[in-house]
């Protein structure tokens, strides 16, 4: 078997540095290797926009417990979103805002089982497209699409910290309840 046989069986064989055979030197297939693979890796971002950092998500379905959360972009900027619950029977119904973030949009969402197994649905607000440094409130639905948690005021103030640190969202309600529920940390799925 001659050389040119031995990479066409074996990519990865060695061929002696000294062989007489005619074909392409080390640096030659090396060079062709990165090429390749960085053709592929170009072939596969372009079939696959999801991968891209231009794609974006327009609408969420979260399952869980016996029923489904739907957030879904309104308009082509996506500067709101509608939230609904979608029950066990295939209803859909729209689920209001927190008191306290009227001016905001549901931004994400996921599933979180409490200690004792019970679902609930855990929604973040926020702003859209951009978002801002620290709005990012932190909301609990049940699974029969009952808002457990309000954020109002929505901006806390500490005067006694320094001036960038001294607003912060007010999550106090869902903290609260994601001590007592044992939450965790749930995965959240959000709108892009």
């Known amino acids: 078997m001659d050389d040119r046989q031995r990479l066409m069986a074996d990519p990865h064989a060695v061929i002696p540095a000294g062989s007489k055979q005619p074909g392409a030197s080390w640096r030659q297939i090396r060079t062709a290797s990165w090429l390749s693979a960085l053709c592929c890796?170009?072939?596969l971002l372009v079939a696959n926009p999801a991968w891209s950092d231009d794609a974006q998500t327009k609408s969420l379905d979260v399952p869980c417990g016996k029923a489904e959360m739907l957030l879904k972009c309104l308009g082509d900027d996506c500067n709101t979103t509608s939230?609904?619950?979608?029950?066990e029977d295939?209803?859909?119904t729209k689920l209001s805002r927190p008191r306290g973030l009227e001016r905001y949009t549901a931004v994400g969402l996921g599933c979180a089982k409490a200690t004792d197994g019970t679902p609930y649905f855990i929604v973040q607000y926020g702003e859209l497209p951009q978002g801002c440094e620290f709005?990012?409130?932190f909301h609990l639905y049940s699974t029969q699409g009952e808002l457990l948690t309000h954020s109002d005021?929505?901006?806390?103030?500490?005067a006694s910290a320094p001036a960038a640190h001294a607003q912060s969202p007010n999550n106090a309600e869902f903290d609260a309840l994601d001590r007592k529920l044992g939450l965790g940390r749930p995965h959240l799925q959000f709108i892009q």
């Open 90 to 92: 295939g209803q859909t």
């Open 83 to 87: 939230l609904r619950l979608k029950g």
């Open 153 to 158: 005021p929505a901006i806390l103030t500490d």
């Open 41 to 43: 890796l170009l072939a």
């Open 135 to 137: 709005c990012e409130w």
